[in-house]
């Protein structure tokens, strides 16, 4: 494993929103996680992989599923497409029409992947989150959130487990019941492919706090990051910080 550094909490500046940012591997529970830890603090949560879902959905839409998507047709058809605010969260919509429904589907979660490796694209997400976040309490998660996108955010987390796991939660999730060893060597097999084509977006940022979440409850997992996080805000409102 590898050790998480020191927790060193970051000074805001007046009128500045608290960001944490949440990344790792796929399937490694960010989105449901964030979402629990954004409840529990009072925060928005913002799924940054909904915005590469929402171009996604917005190309197949415009081009169909071809193998010659380039950059400028994904951002020509995602145009237009922003981040609403919701009471907890937000949702990518165009003309403020939701676009939930639409990102969800099983051809958007197949190639929703070749979307996020487009340098432009990634740039386009990134300063969608940013902007969206700007001055708000936010949980963000997704990929380069503590490294790229908020180098600077008050907590920095990281989760990983055992590929395994992984790919039994998954399957779990997506099939609502418990996988064969089978299914579950399948599965493991496509995360471990998609792992190393999305090494590069998914690097910890090196003052990250790495949790492996392997043998902990998703309640487990919460409970130490809203600590994190309290620990953080005490110290940051405490006379003379």
Do not use: C
Request: hydrophobic share 45%; proline share 7%; glycine share 6%.
């Amino acid at each position: 494993m590898i050790p998480s550094p020191p927790f060193s909490p970051r000074v805001r500046p007046p009128g500045a929103g608290f960001v944490v940012a949440i990344d790792g591997p796929a399937a490694s529970g960010k989105s449901s996680t964030a979402q629990w830890v954004a409840d529990s603090v009072g925060f928005r949560h913002l799924d940054s992989g909904s915005l590469y879902r929402a171009a996604t959905a917005a190309v197949l839409e415009a081009a169909g599923a071809g193998s010659t998507w380039t950059e400028d047709d994904v951002l020509r058809a995602a145009a237009g497409i922003k981040l609403e605010p919701l009471a907890r969260s937000f949702v990518p919509a165009r003309n403020a029409v939701s676009l939930e429904e639409a990102i969800r589907g099983p051809e958007v979660t197949r190639l929703v992947s070749r979307v996020a490796r487009m340098p432009a694209v990634r740039a386009w997400v990134n300063e969608q989150v940013r902007r969206t976040a700007s001055g708000q309490n936010v949980v963000v998660d997704g990929r380069d959130i503590g490294s790229v996108v908020f180098p600077d955010a008050e907590v920095k987390i990281f989760l990983v487990a055992d590929p395994w796991e992984r790919a039994r939660r998954r399957l779990i999730q997506s099939a609502g019941r418990a996988p064969t060893d089978g299914e579950i060597a399948e599965e493991t097999e496509r995360l471990v492919q998609r792992d190393a084509r999305d090494a590069t977006q998914s690097a910890q940022a090196p003052d990250a706090i790495l949790i492996d979440t392997t043998y902990l409850t998703q309640q487990e997992q919460v409970e130490r990051i809203v600590a994190l996080i309290r620990v953080v805000m005490t110290r940051e409102d405490a006379p003379g910080h």
